[in-house]
Each structure stands twice: as C-alpha cells, then as structure tokens.
C-alpha cells in the first residue's frame, strides 16, 4: 500500500490575545438545513470537504426524538461559492476524527445509529466526484475520540468503544502515514481517567491532548459525565506528560485544535457552566469563550470569543483561513453555519 505523506501548514501570523467575535466571517450555509454534529471534513485540491454528521430531524432529544446520521459529501470550491453534492459516504458515519493530508482527507472510526466503527478510509473529491478509499482498521471501534497528525504520524486517542456512554477507554493508537502498510501500533494509554470528546492538537513533534469528560456513576447508579481541565502530552520515545490545567473544562471542542505562533486555541466548547440548564428549549447556548495556551510558557489565557459557542465538530485549516463546521451550538440542537476565521 503506497504511502500517505502528511500535509504540513504553517499559520500565518495572527493575534491570538483578544480574538472577536467580529473577526469571524460567515461562510455559505451547509445545505443541510439543520446542520450537524460530528463531521468529517477537510481539505481535497483546493476545496473544503464536508462528510456525514448527525441531527435530530424530527423532535429534540428531550422530547424523545430520534438522531439520524447522514452520508453526503459536501465540496465548497470557495470561500463565496456553493456547496454542491460530490457523493456518498460508504455509510451514514458520524462521530469520527479527520484530517487533511496531502493526498485527501483521512477519516478514522466513528459511528451510526447502531453501532461504533473501526474503519479507517481516505475520502477524495476528483473532478466534483467523492472518492474513498479503505485503509487499515483501528484495532477497536471507537467514536468521540480526538487525533492530529504529527509530522506523518496520525494519532487517535480516547473515546468510546460502543453507543450509549456508559464506559469509556485512554486508549492510543498511532498510525504512519509514510508506511501505512504496517498498520494501526497502540501506544501507552493517556494517564488517569479514561476519556473521550477531548481535543487534539500538534505542534514542533509533540502531540496534545486537552479537557475531554470521563464517567463516574453518580448517586442514582447511573453514569455521567465529568468535566475534565487536564492537559495531556505525547512525546514520542518518552511518551505521555501532565501540563498545565486548563483554566476551565472543555467537553467537544473543535477538534484538532490550531496552534498559531506557539499558541493553543481552545474555540469554546461545553465548559460545563450551563449542564443541566431547564427548560432545555431554552438554553442559551454553549459559553462563546476561547482560551489560549501558550505553550512555551507553559501558561493559559482567555482570548476573546466565538460568534457563538460550538461542540462536536472539526476544525479545518482552508488556504488563509481557519474554518469550523456546524456543531451543536446547544445540547441536541446543530447549526448549519459555517464559520472562517481570516489568518492574515
């Protein structure tokens, strides 16, 4: 099996102290009315690519309605076109961790209305048409986890094994996309409590994993989530170590996480601060605030806010702009926005 070189970006410079929520531009709407959580996408040539997701079509979550994954293709060829149609996904997917390389975007695990997935393909868009094509399956399903490409090696850590959040693992596998022949290598678990809808993020060789809930029983018997600060490090030849907490959790934050002028943008999230909010068709929505790390001074700050709070949903790097796709902006209820934050 040829090798999948990696796609190597550098972020120009940008402020990242006090970012606003005028510095976002909106791009064309996903066509999906709703919107989704849970995408895939990436970058194809030149164009943005948008894959699968789930929403509730029907009634909210809370009124006993049913999710339902989606398997279309969105290609956007720029930033002021329109999306079209380039194809289906192999199955409705959703849930999954994607990046961009420089021979398509890698999409690895996720799931569907029945069950986890440990497949593992790379989805093109050739002449408007989506192709995929299957690589090495992850040595377990797994969905909700996070993964970034550090220089050729794509990394997966945490996440669920099977629906319904009632375990989760610290689990981490490596894949080399120079020698994707020799398939998925599990690597030393993340310290601590297992977990999953953490962030990930890359930067000079060192993989980072942040905020993240695990599940603790809780006095009625059942699980439920708990908010995680940690902040993890993945050193390859001297493995995993703790860092500076982050200044509050972050539950499904866009994912993989920028790093801009050694900087880790944390774009908001669920920070925990509205859980439980009643009546859920009036909750305000997630927290709009992004918090920063510095990663040479091993130091966290705020740094301005979002539009509008988002979770469970990918972050792309498209030309000179950083992108975020959809995503819940409150529990159950997505958006089909599609936001730019300009790099220059």
């Not at 959703?94 to 999409?107: A, F, N």
């Not at 569907?112 to 192709?131: C, E, P, Q, T, W």
């Not at 030393?188 to 000079?204: H, I, S």
């Not at 709009?288 to 700050?301: C, G, L, P, T």
Request: overall charge neutral.
């Amino acid at each position: 099996m040829k090798s999948l070189l990696c796609f190597t970006i550098s972020f120009a410079a940008l402020a990242v102290s006090a970012i606003t929520p005028s510095d976002w531009k909106h791009l064309p709407d996903l066509p999906n009315q709703l919107g989704v959580a849970g995408a895939f996408a990436g970058v194809s040539g030149n164009s943005l690519v948008v894959a699968g997701g789930a929403n509730f079509p029907g009634r909210m979550p809370w009124e006993g309605g049913t999710k339902k994954w989606h398997d279309t293709v969105w290609v956007l060829d720029r930033p002021d076109g329109q999306w079209c149609e380039a194809g289906k996904l192999p199955r409705p997917l959703g849930y999954g961790v994607s990046v961009t390389t420089d021979r398509g975007i890698i999409c690895v695990g996720g799931s569907d209305i029945d069950r986890h997935y440990a497949d593992v393909f790379r989805l093109s868009v050739i002449n408007g048409k989506a192709d995929t094509m299957k690589l090495p399956s992850l040595p377990s399903a797994l969905a909700n986890s996070c993964g970034a490409l550090v220089d050729s090696v794509f990394y997966i850590v945490g996440g669920n094994e099977k629906p319904g959040e009632t375990e989760c693992v610290a689990r981490a596998f490596a894949l080399d996309l120079a020698d994707v022949a020799k398939g998925w290598k599990e690597i030393e678990k993340v310290p601590g409590r297992p977990r999953f809808l953490c962030a990930a993020a890359a930067d000079n060789g060192v993989l980072w994993v942040v905020g993240g809930a695990t599940l603790a029983e809780n006095s009625d018997g059942k699980m439920e989530r708990v908010y995680l600060h940690e902040v993890w490090a993945y050193r390859p030849g001297s493995g995993w170590a703790r860092h500076t907490d982050m200044i509050k959790p972050a539950v499904a934050a866009p994912t993989p996480a920028p790093v801009i002028n050694g900087r880790m943008l944390v774009l908001t999230g669920d920070d925990g601060s509205r859980r439980g909010f009643q009546p859920p068709d009036k909750h305000p929505g997630f927290a709009r605030a992004i918090q920063s790390f510095d990663i040479n001074e091993e130091k966290w700050s705020m740094a301005g806010e979002m539009p509008a709070g988002r979770a469970v949903l990918p972050c792309v790097r498209w030309g000179d702009h950083l992108v975020i796709v959809n995503g819940e902006q409150r529990p159950g209820v997505r958006t089909p926005e599609v936001l730019a934050l300009p790099l220059k």
